[in-house]
């Protein structure tokens, strides 16, 4: 059966980090901006056994409707599941104001509150098999996290997956 694995989370969460390993594991999709196969076309024209598609939540500044991106791929006859991406909300906050995704701290956190709300509702409502994956635990225990993962999701993570901590420029002491 082919399988296909939604990546999603709030802006500066790490979704482009998990995409990207995945598509080292052999999953077909992109860790870009640029996502072909959130494009029906493309995704019918090429049918990957193993597929990734990445949303960032909100993408350009609308939310994403999952339950029928979910419902698209499985009756492509895709088993669907779903990667939620974490990270230190501190850290997050700061990256979406750095990456001038808000304006300022309080819309940042407006906005994640609101992202995964939006997104737990639709994957709750889908009904699909997910599982939450922290920025953090990617970083400071990689092997485990990778090993972890792989055993739920029937995947084989590359020993060389280049994660680095993007993190320690938000946690330092100014």
Not at 69 to 95: N, P
Not at 112 to 126: Q, V
Not at 138 to 152: D, E, I, P, R
């Amino acid at each position: 059966m082919k399988k296909a694995i939604i990546v999603v989370g709030p802006e500066s969460s790490g979704t482009r980090n998990m995409t990207r390993l995945l598509t080292l594991a052999g999953y077909l999709g992109s860790s870009a901006h640029y996502q072909p196969y959130n494009n029906l076309e493309n995704l019918k024209k090429d049918m990957p056994e193993r597929l990734v598609v990445r949303w960032s939540i909100p993408h350009d500044s609308e939310y994403v409707n999952l339950l029928g991106t979910i419902k698209t791929l499985s009756d492509l006859g895709y088993q669907v599941s779903s990667l939620v991406t974490t990270r230190d909300w501190k850290c997050m906050v700061e990256s979406q104001v750095n990456a001038k995704h808000v304006k300022d701290p309080y819309q940042a956190h407006k906005q994640i509150r609101k992202a995964y709300e939006h997104i737990f509702k639709e994957l709750n409502l889908s009904r699909v098999y997910y599982e939450t994956v922290s920025y953090e635990s990617l970083v400071y225990a990689t092997t485990k996290t990778l090993f972890n993962l792989g055993k739920t999701y029937g995947i084989k993570f590359p020993v060389n997956h280049g994660i680095i901590n993007a993190n320690s420029k938000y946690l330092e002491d100014k």
